[in-house]
């Protein structure tokens, strides 16, 4: 059966409180004796009592037929359309409370004939007692009252509750009744909270002023990790994270901390937003996690731990950035381009590479412009922007995190540069001229054989993405692309002529 409209359900409910007042005043003009309160000398006691059961049937109907109506035209009308969202069945319920007792006191006055003092002294001595008996759930209505009357959550926030002791309580507000709320927890339990409990408790309500909330991890490094160098890998993982899945919002901007610094090392705090009402704030957390864990083990970094080392030689080095070559030979190691080299080849490789230091925003490399090195991604985060369908305006095509490669067709091929790349954040990159390969190849003629195989593995791997990293070429590749690929490369490396043909 299909379910039945929400305007038509409301109508329904003053349809027949309405024909039910309709019906009664009609009898009351066909039978004029219905009003008839006094009675007669010729009157007969169930004559009265009929005249006065008519009478509080039409005062009963009549309050409920107006308090349906003034809900369904000022609650469920003017006032939800002004609040964008539903009232609390509280204020319905009160509502019908004030209607009710109008009702009674018309009924002791028109129908009994009896004085409002009397009813008002009867009423405060049978309140006092029925309030010094009811007292929780009368301290729960006027809680729950008080704070809709305040505003301070609402059906469909997402709230937490402070518990007496361990997790709080969070939910989506569903329902708010005149004794205790209602909340629909993430793992899909109903908790009946009494409004006493979220008065006398701190409630967190992540929906307003704005439904994204400030959450953050905390850290440890060893203190000999450069705090400039740690807050730039952290910065880059977070804004990693906010390009997955699952992850944080890029607005506002995530940021990362210095918050304590001890023997134990210096702890950092990295803050981020995102709406809890719509992702766990479990699972964003872990996306965060994990893009921290891998930046950090690209970069050759671990947590900070306690340590009680004894050595009987010189103390290992603590990697510190790349200003030393072998921390860049350790780097190298690394990066899968150069998986294959020698170990001697790669230390002459690490003494000629060039250290470059990037701010936020710059542009590295633009289009159409010619290009004899290529980059290696150490540190940070940069966007290779280019062009895509027939939009005249440039779009982000890939974002480069640690360990990536990008302008190796530029130092390869001699081709010109297919694609801008910006930095997002800070970064620290090795960038290598293609002097410094020739030269490495020209005394070590098997290196670039270790090259056409890492670079014909790396274009097929590439036919299954929408943008290289090096170019983020949106050209679909063919058979014959790594080979003609690999007969440039030899031509400018090799001296052999682009025509000729080889394995």
């Not at 219905?34 to 005062?59: E, F, H, K, Q, T």
């Not at 002004?82 to 018309?106: E, H, N, R, T, Y």
């Not at 704070?147 to 937490?160: F, H, K, M, P, T």
Request: glycine share 8%; proline share 7%; hydrophobic share 45%.
């Amino acid at each position: 059966m299909p379910p039945v409209p929400t305007t038509v359900r409301m109508l329904r409910t003053v349809a027949i409180p309405t024909l039910v007042f309709i019906a009664l005043l009609s009898t009351g003009v066909v039978q004029p004796s219905l009003w008839n309160l006094s009675a007669g000398p010729d009157d007969s006691p169930a004559v009265v009592w009929r005249a006065r059961a008519y009478c509080i049937a039409l005062w009963l109907v009549g309050a409920l037929m107006a308090q349906r109506w003034v809900c369904l035209v000022f609650l469920d009308g003017l006032a939800t359309r002004a609040a964008g969202k539903p009232l609390p069945k509280i204020l319905k319920d009160v509502l019908a409370i004030v209607f009710l007792a109008a009702a009674m006191a018309g009924i002791l006055v028109t129908v009994f004939e009896q004085s409002m003092a009397g009813f008002w002294a009867a009423s405060g001595v049978f309140g006092l007692v029925l309030g010094i008996a009811l007292r929780p759930i009368i301290l729960d209505f006027f809680s729950g009252l008080g704070a809709n009357l305040e505003g301070a959550y609402s059906i469909g926030d997402w709230i937490s509750v402070a518990g007496d002791e361990g997790e709080p309580i969070r939910g989506w507000i569903e329902q708010i009744n005149w004794r205790t709320l209602r909340l629909r927890t993430r793992d899909g339990f109903i908790v009946l909270l009494p409004n006493s409990r979220l008065a006398t408790s701190a409630v967190t309500n992540h929906a307003i002023p704005h439904p994204a909330s400030r959450f953050q991890i905390r850290l440890r490094l060893d203190s000999e990790v450069p705090a400039n160098r740690a807050l730039r890998i952290l910065i880059s993982a977070v804004n990693a994270a906010t390009t997955l899945p699952d992850g944080p919002r890029r607005h506002p901007s995530p940021e990362a901390l210095i918050t304590d610094a001890s023997g134990e090392g210096i702890e950092y705090m990295v803050r981020f937003w995102f709406d809890p009402g719509e992702i766990s704030p479990d699972t964003v957390t872990h996306v965060v996690w994990k893009c921290v864990i891998e930046h950090l083990s690209k970069a050759g970094l671990t947590f900070a731990h306690p340590r009680n080392n004894v050595f009987l030689g010189r103390l290992p080095r603590i990697a510190g950035g790349l200003h030393q070559v072998e921390d860049r030979l350790a780097f190298l190691r690394r990066v899968e381009l150069f998986h294959n080299f020698p170990e001697a080849s790669l230390h002459r490789l690490a003494a000629e590479v060039r250290l470059r230091c990037v701010r936020p925003a710059h542009v590295l490399v633009r289009a159409g412009d010619p290009g004899d090195s290529m980059f290696l991604v150490a540190e940070g985060t940069l966007r290779v922007l280019g062009s895509r369908g027939s939009s005249p305006n440039p779009v982000e095509l890939a974002v480069l995190q640690p360990g990536d490669v990008f302008g190796e067709r530029s130092l390869l091929t001699g081709e010109p540069r297919s694609a801008s790349v910006a930095a997002i954040t800070e970064c620290i990159l090795l960038e290598i001229h293609r002097e410094a390969l020739q030269l490495l190849t020209s005394s070590e003629p098997a290196l670039l054989k270790l090259l056409e195989q890492t670079i014909a593995g790396r274009e097929q791997a590439n036919q299954q993405r929408t943008g290289a990293l090096d170019a983020a070429d949106a050209i679909p590749p063919s058979p014959s692309r790594a080979q003609t690929f690999i007969a440039r490369m030899r031509s400018l490396f090799a001296g052999e002529t682009p025509g000729r043909s080889g394995s």
